[in-house]
């Protein structure tokens, strides 16, 4: 695609609102799904099989007329119909970068907005999803962070988000073709709006939904979870979701993170290492990915470069050098290329892998840290957000 092709927008028609009253079957866990099915007359000795069909249609098919889910019989059909719905998130925007990437701006129940990016790649196509509207961590480089946290979102919620990128991408397969081998969504990080492990049972929810056999199947390995540091909660994400762990890390004392990551004065970098060090023996992961931002003066010297190989020291890991992706009143600059290309010669002779992240959908604020509601945006005026930011 050009990379000066215009930005497109527009509102998808497609009815995606949940209907007031009735519980959402999209989110359920298939425990959950079982108990709601018998709630609502299903015998018990057929229960486990329907969780299975309807399952299959939903996750597989991409179904969501109950209608059409013609293995089951039609009386049964009305009846989930009378007790169930099939919703999404209500998608508002959705935006086209000049690179590929998409943008979506989805309406969740009480009219909160979130947003969520599709990034293509040669080699995979990865969707980054929000865990929360807002977020309560205040990072200072983080244009998201600006926003206050409002809510966690559900698990129908988390999981919806993949569902609408699927569906806007045309990947649900169709009956009577051949299997398609080829993924246009492959993987998916939980690095947008909001901090996974501060809502830790609906991302456990809506992952597991997301790597089970008979739907998605996406593999664990192909999930990656980004946390700032909730040191409690990392051992739970090795025992109960085993995917991926990438870390906010983008500093190298704790003087300097306490001011990037506030949460590091909970819990500082000595608690947050030792967490990790156990990390990949407990989820069988290959290895921990290092998020580093790279600030102007601020993070990006020799001297932390080294530092970080000392700190990294015995976790098998790759660090990812992320140049700053600037906003409007953000308190920094991003650091010179020659400087970038510096840091990261430090580290991949240190034996790391230091892949510099090239930015993405930065012409529709869909780069990272930049994601923040677009109507939030729209109410306030650069003076404003620059004063929340701290400056």
């Given at each position: 695609m050009d990379a000066q092709a215009p930005i497109t927008q527009d509102v998808l028609t497609i009815p995606r609102k949940a209907a007031e009253g009735l519980p959402n079957l999209v989110g359920m866990t298939r425990d959950g799904m079982r108990d709601a099915l018998i709630a609502a007359g299903t015998p018990e000795k057929q229960a486990k099989m329907r969780v299975g069909q309807i399952w299959q249609w939903v996750y597989h098919w991409g179904v969501r007329d109950f209608a059409k889910m013609t293995n089951l019989a039609k009386d049964y059909r009305a009846m989930l119909a009378d007790n169930f719905v099939v919703a999404l998130p209500e998608v508002v925007t959705r935006q086209v970068s000049g690179d590929g990437t998409r943008k979506y701006l989805v309406r969740i129940a009480g009219g909160h907005e979130v947003e969520v990016v599709y990034i293509p790649e040669t080699d995979r196509g990865t969707l980054c999803i929000s865990s929360q509207v807002g977020c309560t961590l205040t990072c200072s480089f983080c244009h998201t962070g600006t926003q206050k946290l409002v809510r966690n979102l559900t698990a129908a919620e988390i999981i919806g988000q993949v569902l609408v990128a699927r569906d806007d991408l045309g990947e649900w397969p169709v009956q009577g073709t051949p299997k398609d081998e080829v993924r246009l969504l492959s993987n998916i990080v939980l690095m947008?709006?909001?901090?996974?492990?501060?809502?830790?049972?609906?991302?456990?929810?809506?992952?597991?939904?997301?790597?089970?056999?008979?739907?998605?199947?996406?593999?664990?390995?192909?999930?990656?979870?980004?946390?700032?540091?909730?040191?409690?909660?990392?051992?739970?994400?090795?025992?109960?979701?085993?995917?991926?762990?990438?870390?906010?890390?983008?500093?190298?004392?704790?003087?300097?993170?306490?001011?990037?990551?506030?949460?590091?004065?909970?819990?500082?970098?000595?608690?947050?290492?030792?967490?990790?060090?156990?990390?990949?023996?407990?989820?069988?992961?290959?290895?921990?990915?290092?998020?580093?931002?790279?600030?102007?003066?601020?993070?990006?010297?020799?001297?932390?470069?080294?530092?970080?190989?000392?700190?990294?020291?015995?976790?098998?890991?790759?660090?990812?050098?992320?140049?700053?992706?600037?906003?409007?009143?953000?308190?920094?600059?991003?650091?010179?290329?020659?400087?970038?290309?510096?840091?990261?010669?430090?580290?991949?002779?240190?034996?790391?892998?230091?892949p510099i992240r090239t930015p993405r959908g930065e012409d529709i604020m869909a780069a990272c840290g930049q994601l923040k509601s677009a109507t939030e945006r729209a109410r306030k005026s650069k003076a404003q957000i620059a004063q929340e930011a701290g400056l």
């Open positions: 947008g709006m909001g901090e996974p492990l501060y809502n830790f049972e609906n991302v456990r929810d809506a992952m597991k939904i997301a790597m089970d056999p008979d739907g998605i199947q996406l593999s664990r390995r192909r999930i990656t979870l980004s946390t700032s540091g909730v040191v409690p909660e990392i051992a739970r994400t090795a025992q109960e979701i085993g995917c991926q762990l990438a870390i906010s890390f983008h500093a190298t004392t704790d003087e300097v993170r306490d001011k990037l990551v506030p949460i590091n004065k909970r819990w500082p970098l000595a608690d947050l290492l030792d967490a990790l060090r156990t990390y990949p023996k407990v989820s069988n992961s290959e290895r921990i990915t290092f998020e580093y931002v790279m600030l102007d003066g601020v993070n990006d010297s020799d001297a932390d470069a080294h530092r970080l190989i000392k700190l990294i020291d015995g976790i098998p890991a790759k660090i990812n050098l992320i140049p700053f992706n600037e906003w409007p009143g953000a308190p920094y600059k991003r650091s010179s290329n020659n400087r970038i290309r510096a840091f990261a010669d430090i580290i991949y002779k240190a034996g790391y892998a230091s």
